[in-house]
Each structure stands twice: as structure tokens, then as C-alpha cells.
């Protein structure tokens, strides 16, 4: 019995966790438990227990009694993201050793050809698909300095920042062709083994996002 | 009726978290569920509550039907912090604005007051103070950068590694007057406005505790 409410909960999690990230329910809406439960034939509580748990992660937020809705992306969190993303993201490739081994240039040569094809596509629509690449990318990035715990902080303040992402691509269409170029070129500088050039084109990449972000939200 | 189970939990968690933290449960060692409610006088569910939300924070590991064991201090999980706060705290100090506020000078007037007391007393085992003391000065350090989730990430990050410091100041006793002595030249350099040599001696305080924290695990 036990377990059943347990993955009742789990898959309620999973349902809003996705919605939010994918802006089904956009910044500032409010969340029905009771449609949720219809929607996925349940009782309400797996849903408000799913909903406390995505509050301690700040997915949520819960006014009891009056409502349960989804955080506005505020200009002081995408500044936020972003510097921590230029801390993190920035110190850790200047760390890696070089040359790189062939494995990791095996994989990043998989990135590139997956960007590569983002660069000439317009308007397929492949937000979710590009957005997983992108998260999952950067955070193979930081991950090859290979300190777990950091690399677990990096995939959730990403993950985290997804619905923003979403909503800037949605909004500035192009940001998927120039990210993907934007992505390529990081790569083939550490290709070459040139630490430097991939540390400051991963900066300018970063920044170039902010400015994108910033257009959205005003 | 809720509200006195949520207490009780919350209770059971500091509770067991400080025990954690200040070492009475030892890296390692096993945790009885039926003790810890014998010595808060309450039922066995508050404490099971408490520690599955401990779990997830990484305090505590449990092994269904078999033990809760507090997690031992491995050398990768030494390593990685100290890399994390390298990378993190030492960045920080380096984008702060020169020159401080008064009120930032103010603030660090007082902890420079709080360290040089510490530097002359010996065996006083002060220690749980020490601590809390040396953690709110780094993280104060960090708040200046005024990023609000990365503060919150490096207190978080400080305060779970609590425990391998309280190991490293009882085996290593000088290291309360050592890291004083370093905390207070830090300061120094800031009250002079000299950021880059407040990085650097900050650096070289970190690989310092660094080196302690090896001595105790050999």
C-alpha cells in the first residue's frame, strides 16, 4: 500500500515538474491540485504531497489555504543564474587538464554533430529536444573536472533554469541556430586542446544568453 | 493534530542533525531510531520522519530493514569541497566592488574582534563556537557578491562539511589560533581594500585546512 502512494506521488512530481519546466504552467500561474489529480485520475494528496516536495526544491509556491502557484522569473534570478553559470561553468573548463583525453573528445564530437544540425533548422519547433541537449552539454562541461558534487549542483540550477530557457528560445526563435554555433565553436577550441579560447567563448556564450533573456523579460 | 507531528519532527531533526555535526554520532557509526525517541521521550515516527528528510540532505544514509548509518568522510568528499570552495569563495571575493562600505568594514571589524580572541586561548574546546563562528565569516564573505542562491548553496555546502572540520580542530588543536591568524589576515587585506591579497590568503587558507583535514584522516 505503502509503495503505491509512493509512486502515486512520484508520478504526480514528475507530471508538474514537467509542466513547469516546459511553461504548460507559465511564471505566475496558479496550480489546481484538483485538476492535476483529474487529469491524472488520482486522489488529491499524492498531488499535494508532489507539490510540497517541488516547494523545497522553489518550483512552487504554497500560500496555505490560499493558493499554489509557479515562481515568476524574476530579473534577480536570471542575474543570479548567470553568474553563478560564469563562476562555475567558466572556472571548471579553465581546470581541466590538457590534452584532453580521446574519450572526452569522442563525446564532444557527438555534441558538435548534434548542434551542428540545430544550425540550419528553423521552426521545428524542437524546444524540448534542443533544451535537453543544451542542459546536458553544459553540464558534461563541468563534469569533466570531475567533482560529483559540483556537477550535482550545476544539473539542478540548470534544470532549475530550464523554464526560463524555454521561454527565451520560444520568444527569440533564432537563439537555437545561434546557441548551437555558439556550442560548436566552444567545442572545436577544446578539439584543439585550447583551454583558454573555449573558456572565454563559454563566457561570451553565456553572456550572449543573458542578453536574450533580458529582451524577454521586458 | 498536524501541526504537533510536525513539531516533533522538526525537533527530532535538529536534534539528530547537531548530533551529526559536533560528532557525538561519529562518522560511520549506526543510528537507533528507538534511542533517539527514548531520549526525546517521543515516538519512533517523528524520528523515522526526521530522517528520511535527513537523507535527502545527504546527513544520513539508510539501508531499508537493515541500519541508518551516519556517512563516513571519505577523501573524494574532502577533496571536492575544498575544490568547490576554491573555485567559489576565492572567485567571489574577486568580483567584489572596491572600495568596501563602511558598513562592510564595520562587520568585518567585528569578526577580525571575534578571531583575534581566539588566536591566544588555548584548550579552551571552544570548539562549537569556533566553528559557528568560522562559518558565518565565510559565508558573510560570499553574501557579499549579493548572489542569494549561491550564498545559500556555499552555507549549505560549509555547514555539511561542519563535521570533518570539528574532527580536524579536535585532532589538530592549533588549527583554532592557525585558521584565526589566517581569518584575520584575510580581513586585513580587505580593510585595506587590497582584494587580490585578500584572494590569495584566502586561497592559501583553504589548502591550509585542507592539509589538517588530510592529517586527521591518515
Given at each position: 500500500?505503502?509503495?503505491?502512494?509512493?509512486?502515486?506521488?512520484?508520478?504526480?512530481?514528475?507530471?508538474?515538474?514537467?509542466?513547469?519546466?516546459?511553461?504548460?504552467?507559465?511564471?505566475?500561474?496558479?496550480?489546481?491540485?484538483?485538476?492535476?489529480?483529474?487529469?491524472?485520475?488520482?486522489?488529491?494528496?499524492?498531488?499535494?504531497?508532489?507539490?510540497?516536495?517541488?516547494?523545497?526544491?522553489?518550483?512552487?509556491?504554497?500560500?496555505?489555504?490560499?493558493?499554489?502557484?509557479?515562481?515568476?522569473?524574476?530579473?534577480?534570478?536570471?542575474?543570479?543564474?548567470?553568474?553563478?553559470?560564469?563562476?562555475?561553468?567558466?572556472?571548471?573548463?579553465?581546470?581541466?587538464?590538457?590534452?584532453?583525453?580521446?574519450?572526452?573528445?569522442?563525446?564532444?564530437?557527438?555534441?558538435?554533430?548534434?548542434?551542428?544540425?540545430?544550425?540550419?533548422?528553423?521552426?521545428?519547433?524542437?524546444?524540448?529536444?534542443f533544451l535537453q541537449n543544451d542542459l546536458e552539454f553544459h553540464v558534461y562541461l563541468v563534469?569533466?573536472?570531475?567533482?560529483?558534487?559540483?556537477?550535482?549542483?550545476?544539473?539542478?540550477?540548470?534544470?532549475?533554469?530550464?523554464?526560463?530557457?524555454?521561454?527565451?528560445?520560444?520568444?527569440?526563435?533564432?537563439?537555437?541556430?545561434?546557441?548551437?554555433?555558439?556550442?560548436?565553436?566552444?567545442?572545436?577550441?577544446?578539439?584543439?586542446?585550447?583551454?583558454?579560447?573555449?573558456?572565454?567563448?563559454?563566457?561570451?556564450?553565456?553572456?550572449?544568453?543573458?542578453?536574450?533573456?533580458?529582451?524577454?523579460?521586458?
Amino acid at each position: 500500500m505503502k509503495n503505491i502512494q509512493k509512486k502515486l506521488k512520484e508520478m504526480a512530481y514528475k507530471y508538474i515538474k514537467e509542466k513547469i519546466i516546459f511553461c504548460e504552467l507559465v511564471p505566475g500561474s496558479v496550480i489546481q491540485e484538483n485538476e492535476i489529480a483529474n487529469e491524472l485520475s488520482i486522489s488529491r494528496t499524492p498531488v499535494r504531497e508532489a507539490l510540497l516536495e517541488l516547494e523545497k526544491e522553489g518550483y512552487v509556491n504554497i500560500v496555505p489555504r490560499q493558493a499554489t502557484t509557479v515562481p515568476k522569473v524574476s530579473l534577480k534570478d536570471i542575474n543570479e543564474i548567470i553568474q553563478i553559470r560564469n563562476i562555475i561553468e567558466v572556472q571548471c573548463l579553465k581546470l581541466i587538464e590538457t590534452p584532453l583525453a580521446e574519450e572526452i573528445k569522442e563525446k564532444l564530437r557527438e555534441f558538435k554533430t548534434i548542434f551542428q544540425n540545430y544550425i540550419n533548422i528553423n521552426k521545428e519547433n524542437n524546444y524540448k529536444e534542443f533544451l535537453q541537449n543544451d542542459l546536458e552539454f553544459h553540464v558534461y562541461l563541468v563534469s569533466l573536472l570531475g567533482n560529483s558534487q559540483l556537477t550535482n549542483f550545476c544539473r539542478e540550477l540548470l534544470y532549475k533554469s530550464l523554464r526560463f530557457w524555454y521561454l527565451m528560445i520560444v520568444g527569440v526563435e533564432r537563439r537555437i541556430s545561434e546557441s548551437s554555433t555558439e556550442h560548436v565553436k566552444i567545442i572545436d577550441f577544446l578539439l584543439e586542446n585550447n583551454i583558454d579560447k573555449a573558456a572565454k567563448a563559454l563566457e561570451e556564450h553565456i553572456l550572449v544568453s543573458k542578453e536574450s533573456m533580458l529582451i524577454i523579460n521586458e
